[in-house]
T-cell receptor, first 115, second 110 residues
Framework: DVKVTQSSRYLVKRTGEKVFLECVQDMDHENMFWYRQDPGLGLRLIYFSYDVKMKEKGDIPEGYSVSREKKERFSLILESASTNQTSMYLC??????????????FGEGSRLTVL | DAKTTQPNSMESNEEEPVHLPCNHSTISGTDYIHWYRQLPSQGPEYVIHGLTSNVNNRMASLAIAEDRKSSTLILHRATLRDAAVYYCILSDFYGQNFVFGPGTRLSVLP
């Protein structure tokens, strides 16, 4: 079975803390994505990566950075967490090129609360 | 980025067909149309995707307008387990620029 694993289902952090959200996929996918999901806003793309050490900004990159040192791992970093970053964070991965499957595989999500 | 518009919510009766519409008037010639759904407390899951021709799979059918400015996801026989938020998304050829909108919340009535 294909698998995207996010390191933590629930996190509680304080304002100003540095936060790492880890995502690992076991499908040898080239593309990896970080989204956040808030009520009424759907999923918003933060960053995506199409290769090791490559990254592209999504719609809402402010306040976030990412790291992809290995193909299977994509990390989302909040350098200084703020209360407006309280949200559900979803990681996804896919093959490069739609003609492979056209399918994003999502992890179960990490619910972050910033106090 | 190409955007989509969907109704906020729809209702269906169990065992009846459901047609979920999506408008994407700014679609480019190489954009693919994807549908995902999200069940409560889960990440989104793939339903179907297509480029120009109608597509069928075990979960649903995708009907794409001739001018590609709209599409319809068809669930042939809704079940209670189909109650979810359905997202219509456009992506580029490389599958890299997946932008989700708010989606349509489908309620299925017994």
């Amino acid at each position: 079975d294909v698998k995207v694993t996010q390191s933590s289902r629930y996190l509680v952090k304080r304002t100003g803390e540095k936060v790492f959200l880890e995502c690992v996929q076991d499908m040898d996918h080239e593309n990896m994505f970080w989204y956040r999901q808030d009520p009424g806003l759907g999923l918003r793309l933060i960053y995506f990566s199409y290769d090791v050490k490559m990254k592209e900004k999504g719609d809402i990159p402010e306040g976030y950075s990412v790291s992809r040192e290995k193909k299977e791992r994509f990390s989302l970093i909040l350098e200084s967490a703020s209360t407006n970053q309280t949200s559900m964070y979803l990681c996804a991965s896919s093959f490069w090129g739609i003609e492979n499957t056209g399918e994003l595989f999502f992890g179960e999500g990490s619910r972050l609360t910033v106090l | 980025d190409a955007k989509t518009t969907q109704p906020n919510s729809m209702e269906s009766n169990e065992e009846e067909p459901v047609h979920l519409p999506c408008n994407h008037s700014t679609i480019s010639g190489t954009d693919y149309i994807h549908w995902y759904r999200q069940l409560p407390s889960q990440g989104p899951e793939y339903v179907i995707h297509g480029l120009t021709s109608n597509v069928n799979n075990r979960m649903a059918s995708l009907a794409i307008a001739e001018d590609r400015k709209s599409s319809t996801l068809i669930l042939h026989r809704a079940t209670l387990r189909d109650a979810a938020v359905y997202y219509c998304i456009l992506s580029d050829f490389y599958g890299q620029n997946f932008v989700f909108g708010p989606g349509t919340r489908l309620s299925v009535l017994p």
